[in-house]
T-cell receptor, first 113, second 116 residues
Framework: DGGITQSPKYLFRKEGQNVTLSCEQNLNHDAMYWYRQDPGQGLRLIYYSQIVNDFQKGDIAEGYSVSREKKESFPLTVTSAQKNPTAFYLC????????????FGPGTRLTVL | DQQVKQNSPSLSVQEGRISILNCDYT??????FLWYKKYPAEGPTFLIS?????DKNEDGRFTVFLNKSAKHLSLHIVPSQPGDSAVYFCAARLEGVGAAGNKLTFGGGTRVLVKP
């Protein structure tokens, strides 16, 4: 069954702790993306990657870090430097052809206490 | 500066009637537009898209219209069904290559409620 998995679905952390969100895809997509969604708002791009060992900052990269050691995996670390980390985090992937659609995972809701 | 705006945060429609969702954008370099549907606590699912060289694209009950001169697009759902109740996001893509070219800018979403 092809798709994108994100784990865990719900995550609670204490303020000041780093936390890593998992994203795995078996669609053989080259590009992967991380977004965050806040209540009543659209999705905002955090980081994206089009190839292994390469990634680019999105619109709101401050306080986040990523790695792309494998094509299938694009984990996101929310660091203690992120001022307002509580949000719904969405991972997506796509091929690199023109007009190719991004497919999203089910999301991880992070709550920082 | 919001480049993609959905000015109606919510919409209520009777089952069987038409739902019209609107989206405005400011960047004339957007070359591709998409609509996603999202249920609570789930990831968005792709619904329909349109290239900037077209003015209409239809897929079953869903039709997207693009008015480039007005920088406006709309999604029509007809007939609306209770299962269509969700949040709908408009997204736009800048011309480019690779993942940079597939970056999407999202609107704030419109919550649709279809009443039986």
């Amino acid at each position: 069954d092809g798709g994108i998995t994100q784990s865990p679905k719900y995550l609670f952390r204490k303020e000041g702790q780093n936390v890593t969100l998992s994203c795995e895809q078996n669609l053989n997509h080259d590009a992967m993306y991380w977004y965050r969604q806040d209540p009543g708002q659209g999705l905002r791009l955090i980081y994206y990657s089009q190839i292994v060992n390469d990634f680019q900052k999105g619109d709101i990269a401050e306080g986040y870090s990523v790695s792309r050691e494998k094509k299938e995996s694009f984990p996101l670390t929310v660091t203690s430097a992120q001022k307002n980390p509580t949000a719904f985090y969405l991972c997506a992937s796509s091929t690199l052809g023109p007009g190719d659609t991004q497919y999203f995972g089910p999301g991880t809701r992070l709550t920082v206490l | 500066d919001q480049q993609v705006k959905q000015n109606s945060p919510s919409l209520s429609v009777q089952e069987g009637r038409i739902s019209i969702l609107n989206c405005d954008y400011t960047n004339s370099m957007f070359d591709y537009f998409l609509w996603y549907k999202k249920y609570p606590a789930e990831g968005p699912t792709f619904l329909i898209s349109i290239s900037s060289i077209k003015d209409k694209n239809e897929d079953g009950r869903f039709t997207v219209f693009l008015n480039k001169s007005a920088k406006h697009l709309s999604l029509h759902i007809v007939p609306s069904q209770p299962g269509d109740s969700a949040v709908y996001f408009c997204a736009a893509r800048l011309e480019g290559v690779g993942a940079a070219g597939n970056k999407l800018t999202f609107g704030g979403g419109t919550r649709v409620l279809v009443k039986p």
